[in-house]
């Protein structure tokens, strides 16, 4: 049974700086696909960046050029660093990892992030 494990969230003021980290461990059955997702109060989850094996990544527009996503594969382990914080940045931020062709798709247990102005 996979376990991903996230730490890093917090509270930080606008303008600062968090790094999240997330480890998968268990029966993992694809890491092709690792990203970060994020839910804000009175809002849907959204797509905040992931990344592929191989080092692709996508980005969602409201945070490119502030947030990096990067993954070290011997660890199973996916990062976010996060830059330049600000107020509309406040959520859970849940990580995920799967793969498309085996189906696999396993989530975190979600950590908060909270930045004040």
């Known amino acids: 049974q996979v376990q991903l494990v996230e730490s890093g969230g917090g509270l930080v003021r606008a303008g600062g700086s968090l790094r999240l980290s997330c480890a998968a461990s268990?029966?993992?059955?694809?890491?092709?696909?690792m990203g970060w997702y994020r839910q804000a109060p009175g809002k849907q989850r959204e797509l905040v960046a992931r990344i592929t094996r191989s080092g692709t990544t996508n980005y969602a527009d409201s945070v490119k050029g502030r947030f990096t996503i990067d993954r070290d594969n011997a660890k199973n382990t996916v990062y976010l660093q996060m830059n330049s914080l600000k107020p509309e940045d406040t959520a859970v931020y849940y990580c995920?990892?799967?793969?498309?062709?085996?189906?696999?798709?396993?989530w975190g247990q979600g950590t908060q992030v909270t930045v004040s102005s």
């Open positions: 268990g029966t993992i059955v694809s890491t092709n696909l």
């Open positions: 995920n990892c799967g793969g498309v062709i085996s189906g696999f798709n396993a």
